[in-house]
């Protein structure tokens, strides 16, 4: 059984950092072949897609409207994947959520999500 367990969420005031986490688990699966993303979701709107980081992370992307705020870094000996988030702004308000993707394999998992909130 695969596991992504997002954590490092919680309250910041606007300007701070937080630092997600995302660590994933379970016997078949092997990290290092997944792509790596960070999405996030406010009610009432679609998931939107934060940052990608590839397999080896060789490459990475980012929305734009966080791009030179926020940094995405895996570790693949430790099965964890990294959000780093700066000059927080009220709207990155949101449930940020982990995600692995095989696409080769059509194979994708998500984590519950944690509540990452910037107050003004």
């Known amino acids: 059984q695969v596991q992504l367990v997002e954590s490092g969420g919680g309250l910041v005031q606007a300007g701070g950092s937080l630092r997600l986490s995302c660590v994933a688990s379970?016997?078949?699966?092997?990290?290092?072949?997944?792509?790596m993303r960070w999405f996030r979701q406010t009610p009432g709107k679609e998931r939107e897609l934060v940052a990608t980081i590839t397999s080896t992370g060789g490459s990475t992307n980012y929305g734009d409207s966080v791009k030179g705020r926020f940094t995405i870094v895996r570790d693949n000996a430790k099965m964890t994947v990294y959000l780093q988030m700066n000059s927080l702004k009220p709207e990155d308000t949101a449930v940020y959520y982990c995600?692995?993707?095989?696409?080769?394999?059509?194979?994708?998992?998500w984590g519950q999500g944690t509540q990452v909130t910037v107050s003004s």
């Open positions: 379970g016997l078949t699966f092997f990290f290092s072949r997944y792509d």
């Open positions: 995600n692995a993707e095989r696409r080769t394999l059509g194979i994708e998992y």
